[in-house]
């Protein structure tokens, strides 16, 4: 079969990194297959270009991940959410970052006109955000700099999303965690730049506010 090589390759550099880490400490996989226990949750771009784990440094069991196309938070989006919530209530990690990159090629194709097909749907987020920006772009002539700032304000509204969530704001009053971080990734230099940090207990714009009701409320409310 065409190309076949290449397919095992993986399987063969899998053998050789598992050798490799169990030659530094033989314990490695055992120790490793106990339990997670990760601080962070990423949420970044599906591009091949953005790996996680590379671009922070990071061994398996540090970051939970979760990657799709221009890392959108997406309020009815399940996939999302249940990573969202397993990460959040059951992991408890202390920091959601939210990582987009320069050169984003769903970004690039939700400034274009072009009818994609079933992707228009999902990329209608990204057009929102520069709707919702319209008036700062339209003044950025240089159509580079207009997308790089696109990329970066998509970021921005997409960590605001995590805080419009029941699960995040329901978190910030149970523990106060986790703190929420909008980063792009600039594959030109290897460079993190930091967009947005928006702390546990910020405060949440009114109509996105919810107020929880403690397990007392509700018992005596059902009781009446
Ligand atoms: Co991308």
Redesign the pocket.
């Known amino acids: 079969m065409k190309n076949m090589n290449d397919y095992n390759k993986l399987l063969s550099n899998n053998k050789e990194w598992a050798k490799e880490l169990i030659g530094l400490d033989e314990a490695y996989f055992t120790n490793l297959a106990k339990d997670q226990k990760p601080e962070f949750l990423w949420i970044g771009?599906?591009?091949s270009r953005v790996p996680a784990e590379q671009v922070t440094n990071t061994h398996p069991g540090e970051v939970f991940v979760h990657r799709n196309?221009?890392n959108l938070v997406v309020h009815t989006d399940m996939n999302l959410l249940s990573v969202l919530q397993y990460a959040v209530e059951v992991l408890k990690v202390k920091h959601v970052i939210v990582c987009?990159?320069y050169g984003?090629?769903?970004?690039k194709a939700a400034m274009g006109n072009a009818d994609l097909g079933l992707i228009n749907k999902w990329l209608r987020n990204i057009k929102e955000v520069y709707d919702k920006h319209n008036y700062e772009l339209k003044n950025v002539s240089d159509e580079t700099k207009r997308f790089d700032r696109l990329v970066e304000l998509n970021v921005e509204e997409q960590v605001k999303n995590l805080s419009k969530t029941t699960i995040i704001q329901r978190a910030w009053s149970n523990r106060d965690l986790p703190h929420l971080h909008g980063w792009v990734f600039d594959m030109k230099t290897g460079i993190i730049k930091e967009v947005i940090n928006i702390d546990a207990n910020s405060e949440v714009e009114d109509i996105f506010k919810y107020t929880f009701h403690t397990d007392e409320e509700i018992t005596n409310s059902s009781i009446e």
Do not use: P
């Open positions: 771009c599906a591009d196309v221009a987009g990159h984003c090629g769903g970004v």
